[in-house]
């Protein structure tokens, strides 16, 4: 839904002006401090290209992005709450090549996807969030991971059904339910990061790799950004860059070669180009790291515009 001016305007009040000591979980864990007012853009992307509306109209709720290993002229895309255990491809004008049915998943909320290395070498998998959840309701989250499907030749027709499907299940250290958005994979060590939107802070946890499948896990706490609302993020192919996207903003971070990705979210991060959305949920990088795609949710009657960012 369309977020009301005071809803922002309280929104910036806590981005900008969260301090330390006044939430109860920052013992124990980092405090990633930026200066806020003084965020530098980075110069080395475009503005915004339109690549068009979404020709599939079945995607109301887009709340994630991977950019296809195999075609990088193709992107994954799904729903979140309320839509069928599906995938959606997407072409880079934003055409439609039908959809994978995932058997054995079920979408309660899926909020985030990413593409990344897992348990086989040279094999790509697509990790998909089911991390969402509004009311703070649901203790144990889930992961599922599955090889990237074959898109050759799709059409807007084709209804695949994919099954062997993983499952990872997951509990916050402290066992409370929070809510999440953020999704990433790191090609280097395919750990998996969570990061929550609702917190006073949003927060960055890991799931060190190897994820167990059969039980369920605890993620790591790694620290507390100066902003919330983390809606949607992405790591590069090369490991090399990391984005995490607001409402109104993109955080970049560069990451050094043999650095880690806490050592790489110390550093105050730079803001890269962005067309607010009516209600932005996904950001993803390309493969061979020439730019990034941005989409949002139907809201107010505005139809989905997938967006490009090129390296310049």
């Not at 001016?5 to 013992?27: D, P, Y």
């Not at 059904?161 to 280097?188: C, H, K, N, S, W």
């Not at 009516?278 to 997938?306: C, H, N, R």
Request: glycine share 10%; net charge negative.
């Amino acid at each position: 839904m369309i977020i009301c001016s005071a809803f922002l305007f309280l929104t910036i009040i806590v981005i900008t002006g969260c301090s330390k000591g006044t939430n109860t979980e920052q013992e124990g864990s980092l405090f990633f401090e930026y200066d806020m007012y003084n965020l530098e853009f980075h110069a080395g992307f475009s503005g915004s290209e339109s690549r068009g509306v979404l020709e599939n109209r079945e995607i109301v709720e887009a709340s994630g992005i991977a950019v296809s290993r195999s075609n990088p002229a193709r992107l994954w895309v799904h729903n979140d709450s309320g839509d069928r255990n599906r995938l959606f491809v997407v072409g880079e004008n934003a055409e439609d090549y039908g959809e994978f049915i995932i058997v054995g998943a079920y979408n309660r909320d899926w909020e985030d996807i990413a593409a990344g290395p897992g348990p086989e070498p040279g094999i790509t998998y697509l990790y998909i969030g089911e991390i969402g959840d509004n009311l703070g309701q649901y203790n144990i989250m889930s992961i599922y991971r599955l090889p990237e499907p074959d898109i050759s030749g799709l059409d807007s027709t084709a209804s695949v059904r994919i099954e062997g499907v993983e499952r990872i299940d997951f509990v916050y250290p402290d066992g409370q339910a929070r809510d999440a958005e953020t999704l990433m994979v790191d090609p280097f060590t395919r750990d998996l990061y969570v990061v929550t939107k609702r917190d006073e802070r949003s927060i960055v946890y890991v799931a060190r790799y190897p994820q167990d499948t059969e039980k369920v896990i605890a993620l790591e706490k790694i620290g507390f950004f100066p902003f919330n609302r983390a809606l949607a993020g992405d790591i590069s192919a090369d490991g090399l860059e990391i984005a995490i996207k607001t409402d109104e903003r993109i955080y970049y971070w560069k990451r050094d070669a043999g650095e880690t990705i806490t050592e790489a979210l110390k550093r105050q991060p730079l803001l890269l180009p962005y067309t607010i959305e009516p209600q932005g949920e996904a950001f993803g990088w390309m493969p061979d790291g020439s730019g990034y795609y941005t989409l949002s949710e139907k809201a107010g009657g505005i139809d989905p515009v997938l967006y490009y960012y090129h390296r310049l």
